[in-house]
């Protein structure tokens, strides 16, 4: 296939799958406002800085990270390449560039998903409604999944948006983690106090994981829902099942007979594997920051191998800008949460 089609189809799936989970970094702060908003501090900056934006944030908005200066920033700023409605329009883009390959059906939702942020994006909202623009942009993204998996054929092109949403989905379950973890918990006294346990429910309940988790876990603690998350072998937001149908998807555009030649199926084959592997004893003994941090670079750099196995050709001008506006912020993102 030609790798201009590739290229889109990857990163209008990771355009999708990065729009529902910025909705589901700022969940984490709304359902701890709405599960109890009587002293629970606004920890607004943290998601400013998991998302590797700071510096530009700071450009527009000086350093009054409130609530409606990080809830726009986020949601409806066109100038902060990962927002909400930078992503669905960059989503949009590719779709609209391919549209001879993908299905009328994945079109037609891509649009409507555009359509319904750009309104949203034009109306003043409250917190409350924001609450469920935030649910709708979930929905939406899985509406999109559904669509392409019921009306494209499994094929390379489908095994490429596969990877890019794979791929996305397990950065950003890394980063919600790193949120909670490592920047939203006030001070180590709070460990195993209720404000402590409801934000662990809130980060549970923003990956739609606590009702899975419930029915393998009975009590919420940090070292549980984290080994939920990563390690859980069958729970689809979990970074190892992403990762092994990833590397699934990948073997298939590779094909068996010079797969194991290639550096993205090395490096995505090692990081899979080590995970395969670790107990989460290891990665708490490592330090729990410490692992998202090199877990988040790896897929970096198996993103970057990506494109240069299969997407770096002269003439793809566009794959080349997607990639810069992408590395830049993930870099500054490690770095922020160093």
């Not at 501090?41 to 530009?56: C, F, K, N, S, Y």
């Not at 000086?62 to 927002?83: H, M, Q, R, W, Y």
């Amino acid at each position: 296939m030609l790798s201009r089609v590739a290229d889109s189809i990857y990163w209008l799936n990771r355009y999708i799958e990065r729009a529902e989970n910025v909705a589901r970094f700022v969940e984490v702060n709304l359902n701890l406002l709405m599960d109890n908003p009587v002293g629970v501090a606004e920890q607004w900056d943290p998601l400013i800085a998991v998302t590797g934006d700071r510096e530009l944030f700071r450009e527009l908005y000086g350093d009054e990270t409130t609530a409606e200066n990080v809830l726009n920033f986020l949601s409806f700023e066109c100038k902060a390449p990962n927002s909400i409605i930078s992503s669905v329009r960059a989503a949009r883009e590719n779709a609209r560039s391919v549209r001879e390959v993908i299905s009328s059906e994945m079109w037609e939702q891509v649009n409507a998903f555009y359509l319904m942020v750009e309104e949203a994006a034009e109306e003043e909202e409250s917190v409350r409604d924001l609450y469920a623009f935030y649910s709708e942009v979930k929905m939406a993204s899985h509406r999109f999944v559904g669509v392409m998996n019921a009306t494209m054929s499994w094929n390379e092109s489908w095994h490429f948006g596969q990877l890019g949403r794979l791929l996305e989905r397990a950065d950003k379950t890394a980063r919600i983690l790193d949120v909670k973890y490592f920047l939203l918990l006030p001070s180590v006294k709070e460990v195993g106090s209720p404000l402590d346990n409801l934000q662990w429910t809130a980060l549970l309940k923003s990956a739609s994981a606590y009702e899975m988790y419930r029915k393998t876990e009975q009590t919420i603690s940090p070292a549980s829902v984290a080994r939920f998350l990563i390690l859980d072998p069958h729970f689809p937001r979990s970074i190892k099942f992403c990762l092994f149908w990833a590397e699934e998807s990948l073997r298939k555009i590779a094909g068996q007979a010079e797969f194991k030649s290639l550096p993205s199926e090395r490096k995505l084959g090692r990081l899979r594997a080590e995970l395969e592997y670790a107990t989460f004893d290891e990665i708490f003994q490592q330090g729990l920051h410490e692992f998202l941090d090199s877990l988040q670079l790896r897929l970096n750099q198996v993103g970057e191998c990506i494109y240069t196995d299969f997407i770096a050709l002269p003439v793809h001008s566009q794959s080349q800008a997607q990639v810069s506006s992408q590395s830049p912020a993930q870099s500054a993102a490690l770095k922020g949460a160093s």
